[in-house]
């Protein structure tokens, strides 16, 4: 039985604005995450699962109920989580090479031992020649790209993504997915993976979780049981298309 | 080549004008229709501009300039450092230092003179504190004008205040801080001057009360046509050396 690396128990988020009401980003959630798992979270714009990601890194704390990642309670940022944001915010001063290296000058470890490591990384996604190029030159698909690979740099054992490929054009956010695949496969890491695009969360996780609207609630954890490696041709399986259904009209879409 | 030519075609208006006002200050005096005693004609004016004992007062103004200038800008960045680093710091002072940037040196220079003596020492502290605020004030903003997702990505790596201030926050201000600079410099060069011609005895500050003194309009315009040389002359300094700031720490790129 895979061992279970992230348990949230409970967990409500209320955040008190200075206006009238307090927001309740998330109500209530409580599910596991497996060891080595691939888990996609789908949900509505806007319904706190950003949210749910920054309490599972550590950036913000619950109001109630906790967070236990690998055993230990989350109280703060860790080393062994990492959070791949949705907008790559790269520093437009450094260069490829030295963005990717932030995390470690963060850590105050020596930058040398991991330029061979961000070199690799560079070639696995596909930015080989670009180290020393600056992100105002660098397209969004690339950006994403480094922002991937910084998040990879210190070897966490737990990669949180928020919508890391959003707002990148269909064919690009395809490569990367196969690529984030690739890296998945390779390195064996636990993923939490926040989309809005149901397919992408259908095509690249082991289960997707469904949230409510806000205050996000949980819809149903859905386990995808499709072969892997996940191929072009997966998108044609039955089950593939039965799952993508299923999991729209739990979000309340219709499929014409 | 083809570019001067450019830019001379294109402000044919403004050269005309600067030719007329000059032909007008020359020729209007030395017919009489002006009173050439308080309006002296160009060529005097000139003259007196690149006379020796005028000139012999250029290096103490750009001293006391430059001098006060580099303490304001050292003393300007590192209080902004301290504020960010220290928010606590900052609301204790903050009040007290805009409301010192209220006074007009002009008020404060005659008690400098009383505190610290005749001399050089009294005119620096008057460039500093006009050097000072506005490169505060920007840097500060500088410092703190930073996307909320690269601090948060900083918090989730643990990192600590200092860290996030010098990998962060400071090299994201250096834009800022330029701003401050082309605001400080041409008033650096003023303050000088006015702290001169308040507290005398050399500088092209006092160059202009001696020639009121004395009633030699020559020298009095001459000073002042000197502030703008040189203003216009610091302002070009800062334009040249923003063009050699590596385009990498600069917000836009033109």
Known sequence: ??????????????FSSGKLENICAI???????????????????????????????????????KIIVDGKEVLAPRPDVAMVFQDPTLMRWRTVMDNILLPIEFMREDKKKYLQKASSLIKLVGLQGFENFYPDELSGGMK?????????IHDPSTLLMDEPFGPLDALTRRTL???????????????????????????????????????ARIKAMI?????????????????????????????????? | MQSLTKLIKSRVGLIALIVAVLALWEFLPKLGLVSSLFVPPLETIAKTMV???????????????????LFGVIGGIGVSLLFVLIPKLEKALSGFLYGLNSVPKAVLAPIFVVWFGFGYLPKIVCVFLVTFFPILVNTVDGLRTIDQNLLDLAKSYRASSLQTLIKVRFPNSLPYILTGLKISTPYAILTAMLAEFLLGYQGLGYMIQ????????????????????????VYLIVIVSEKLIPRKYKLRVE
């Not at chain 1, 039985?1 to 209320?14: D, F, P, Q, R, S």
């Not at chain 1, 939490?192 to 992408?200: A, C, I």
């Not at chain 1, 191929?231 to 739990?250: M, S, V, Y």
């Not at chain 2, 009121?212 to 203003?231: H, R, T």
């Open chain 1, 144 to 152: 994403a790209r480094v922002n991937v690979c910084r998040g990879l």
């Open chain 2, 51 to 69: 006379s020796k004992s005028v000139l012999n007062n250029l290096p103490p103004t750009l001293y006391t300039a430059i001098v006060g200038f």
């Open chain 2, 210 to 233: 001696l020639g009121i003194v004395i009633v030699d309009y020559s020298l009095v315009l001459g000073m002042v046509l000197w502030a703008a040389i040189l203003g216009i002359g």
């Open chain 1, 223 to 256: 386990n995808v049981n499709l072969p892997r490696p996940r191929t072009d041709e997966t998108e044609g399986n039955k089950r593939f298309i039965k799952l993508e259904r299923e999991i729209l009209a739990h979000l309340g879409v219709e499929k014409g």
């Open chain 1, 27 to 65: 109500q209530n959630v409580t599910f596991d995450v497996y060891k080595g798992e691939f888990l996609s979270i789908v949900g509505p714009s806007g319904c706190g699962k950003s949210t749910l990601l920054r309490l599972i890194t550590g950036l913000d704390t619950p109001t109630s109920g």
């Open chain 1, 177 to 215: 997915d196969f690529e984030l695949m690739r890296i998945w496969h390779e390195t064996k890491k636990t993923i939490l993976f926040v989309t809005h695009d149901v397919r992408e969360g259908v095509f690249l996780g082991d289960r997707v979780l469904v949230f409510t609207e806000r205050p």
């Open chain 1, 1 to 14: 039985m895979a061992k279970k690396l992230i348990e949230v128990k409970n967990v409500t988020k209320i």
